[in-house]
């Protein structure tokens, strides 16, 4: 499925109708429709807020296959190792197995261009696929690379925690994300 056709079958499962996702985003219906028609995407912003109220993950809202994991094939004791990652500007302390970068999120210059999620598949969302746990944000993807990369090494290594170095912080209001400088 695409981003319009799961849009419209989350709106429609959580019992809204266009004019009432349009009110909690604050947007035009005209807006809401077109992205159902697959005319265009909302912004980073409002995805989010998508996500948050309507207790869906990026993932599955935006129709992306099951990301890879960050680590295929480590296993310790039959099971995989997990890491807790700490994500400064976020807030986030957490254990987990594997994380996922998101698509390249549009937006201005000032706005971050990718995001990075815990995945385990603990948790699901109701509407089938990993409920994943948002991390940082990144300038680029060679950032989001390259932290992915160093999570990967620690892993390999052994080592218990990683604390994010490559992402930024950022300020988020109710309609926009921008980076920090």
């Known amino acids: 499925m695409n981003f319009g056709e799961n849009l419209q079958n989350i709106r429609k499962k959580n019992h809204m109708s266009q ?9 035009s219906r005209q807006a809401v429709s077109k992205w159902e028609l697959g005319e265009g995407y909302p912004e980073v912003d409002k995805l989010l807020i998508l996500s948050q109220k309507l207790n869906v993950s990026l993932d599955s809202l935006l129709g992306n296959e099951p990301a890879k994991p960050v680590s ?9 190792r997990s890491i ?12 987990t197995t ?3 970068r998101s698509q390249q999120f549009r937006g201005g210059e000032r706005s971050p261009k990718f995001a ?15 409920q994943n746990t948002f991390l940082a944000w990144y300038r680029n993807l060679e950032d989001v690379t390259e932290e992915i990369k ?13 604390e994010l170095q490559y ?5 988020r209001s109710l ?5 920090e400088e």
Not at 175 to 179: A, D, E, K, P, Y
């Open 150 to 162: 160093a999570i990967q090494n620690a892993l390999d290594a052994g080592e218990a925690s990683y």
């Open 167 to 171: 992402s930024v912080k950022c300020r």
């Open 175 to 179: 309609l926009s994300t921008r980076i």
């Open 116 to 130: 990075l999620f815990a995945a385990d598949g603990n948790d699901t969302s109701p509407w089938g696929g990993v």
């Open 98 to 100: 594997r994380v996922v």
């Open 84 to 95: 807790r990652i700490v994500s400064p500007h976020e807030g986030v302390i957490l254990d």
């Open 19 to 27: 004019e009432g996702l349009a009110e909690l985003l604050s947007v």
């Open 72 to 80: 295929e094939n480590i296993e310790t004791s039959g099971s995989p």
